[in-house]
């Protein structure tokens, strides 16, 4: 079985533009979140998509957004990117239901100049 | 979900030897998992432990679970400089489906 795919694994945009990250879950898997991780803030959630429905919500501006599609692939966007996004950010996918491990992808390294 | 706090920050053995990192909570769970990162990669999940089990082994791996301490403890035996990573506990109440909340882990160097 293929595991979580992210794209690109790297980016470099400025401040003021907008970004979209792509992740594909591993085949059957109907849940995808979001993390960012950074050398400050440590990982943090983002959000939970299950079945193209936002299921979980963590504490980031409104400037973050995802959406989930038929296939299970996911989409983040980030808009009027701020030097403090530069982040790793991780999806990670499951099954769905509680009490399940979660399969991370590698990451896109994002960078804000 | 709530945050784990993974202790301590910084662990550094021989390899060969045993390293034990813990994990502490504030509330009730339902669960608790262990994942490791390698630098610059994501995370891989190790074992999940349930609130009625008190140990589990996965190879190396051993979780033991206190749920009157409210904390768990991940032991690695015999490392190898492979192990060096970054280990994080993830505390879940039993709704928490995809939301996982993590502390800053422990990070752990095993030379060779």
């Known amino acids: 079985k293929a595991g979580v795919t992210q794209t690109p694994r790297y980016l470099i945009k400025t401040r003021g533009q907008q970004v979209t990250l792509s992740c594909s879950p591993i085949s059957g898997h109907r849940s995808v979140s979001w993390y960012q991780q950074t050398p400050g803030q440590g990982l943090q959630f983002l959000f939970e998509y299950f079945s193209e429905t936002q299921r979980n919500k963590g504490n980031f501006p409104g400037r973050f957004s995802g959406r989930q599609f038929s296939n299970s692939r996911s989409e983040m966007n980030v808009s009027t990117l701020e030097l403090g996004d530069s982040a790793l950010y991780l999806c990670?996918?499951?099954?769905?239901?509680?009490?399940?491990?979660?399969?991370f992808g590698d990451g896109t390294r994002l960078s804000i100049l | 979900s709530q945050q784990g706090e993974e202790d301590p920050q910084a662990l550094s053995i021989q390899e060969g030897e045993n390293a034990t990192m813990n994990c502490s909570y504030k509330?009730?769970?339902?669960?608790l998992q262990w994942y490791r990162q390698n630098s610059g990669r994501g995370l891989v999940h190790l074992i999940l432990i349930r609130s009625n089990e008190r140990e589990k082994h996965s190879g190396r791996l051993r979780v033991t679970l206190d749920t009157s301490k409210k904390s768990s403890s991940l032991l690695i035996t015999a490392s190898r400089a492979a192990d060096t990573a970054s280990y994080f506990c993830?505390?879940?109440?039993?709704?928490?489906?995809?939301?996982?909340?993590f502390g800053q882990g422990t990070i752990l160097t095993v030379h060779p």
């Open positions: 509330t009730s769970i339902n669960n």
């Open positions: 993830a505390p879940s109440t039993g709704t928490s489906y995809g939301k996982l909340t």
């Open positions: 990670a996918s499951s099954p769905g239901q509680d009490a399940q491990p979660q399969h």
